[in-house]
Antibody, heavy 113, light 111 residues
Framework: QVQLQESGPGLVKPSETLSLNCAVSGYSISSGYYWGWIRQPPGKGLEWIGTIHHSGSTYYNPSLKSRLTISVDTSKNQFSLRLSSVTAADTALYYC??????WGQGALVTVSS | QTVVTQEPSLTVSPGGTVTLTCASSAGAVTSDSNPNWFQQKPGQPPRALIYSTSNKHSWTPARFSGSLLGGKAGLTLSGVQPEDEAEYYC???????????FGGGTKLTVL
């Protein structure tokens, strides 16, 4: 059974960098598939953030590309999200996924001073 | 940027049939758009239902089916159950470089 678990700070100050990790169990990232991040502001819809292949190739939402870095660490079987210069508009529930069948439970990140 | 449009809300009676649709501002939705459908209930992460237009995951109930109809992607629920009341999202692949866009979601009420 593939399981994904997000972790990271729940509160980030405006203009700082949001960082989240996604630990994968039940499947080796290096075996294949694409992996990604999706977010959902409170009470709103879903937004695709970006995708990474186990080889390290990345694909980003154009609206976030200038602030976004997604990376993978196959030795730890995890991948990560970094979003810089955050504002209140980045407050959301952040999900990590194995495109697109398995989802984590989500990590709520609030941007506030 | 491409906008993906879904019906904001639909209502269906228990045992009935309903079709949710998913349209793209970039033009007709085709199999190349790789339509995916997800169900989300309050307080839960989305659950994948359909991938690549019409393929079901191992956990997808048989009453859910995906298709292309009239330039849109469609999700049909046949024999709707009360537990199908949820928000449904479609997801389309748009353009090059692995770019994906979600629809705004359809709130399905079973009444």
């Amino acid at each position: 059974q593939v399981q994904l678990q997000e972790s990271g700070p729940g509160l980030v100050k405006p203009s700082e960098t949001l960082s989240l990790n996604c630990a994968v169990s039940g499947y080796s990232i290096s075996s294949g598939y694409y992996w990604g991040w999706i977010r959902q502001p409170p009470g709103k819809g879903l937004e695709w953030i970006g995708t990474i292949h186990h080889s390290g190739s990345t694909y980003y939402n154009p609206s976030l590309k200038s602030r976004l870095t997604i990376s993978v660490d196959t030795s730890k079987n995890q991948f990560s999200l970094r979003l810089s210069s955050v504002t209140a508009a980045d407050t959301a529930l952040y999900y990590c996924v194995r495109l697109f069948d398995y989802w984590g439970q989500g990590a709520l990140v609030t941007v506030s001073s | 940027q491409t906008v993906v449009t879904q019906e904001p809300s639909l209502t269906v009676s228990p045992g009935g049939t309903v079709t949710l649709t998913c349209a793209s501002s970039a033009g007709a939705v085709t199999s190349d758009s790789n339509p995916n459908w997800f169900q989300q209930k309050p307080g839960q992460p989305p659950r994948a239902l359909i991938y690549s237009t019409s393929n079901k995951h191992s956990w997808t109930p048989a009453r859910f089916s995906g298709s292309l109809l009239g330039g849109k992607a469609g999700l049909t629920l046949s024999g709707v159950q009360p537990e199908d009341e949820a928000e449904y999202y479609c997801l389309l692949y748009c353009g090059g470089a692995q770019h994906w866009v979600f629809g705004g979601g359809t709130k399905l009420t079973v009444l």
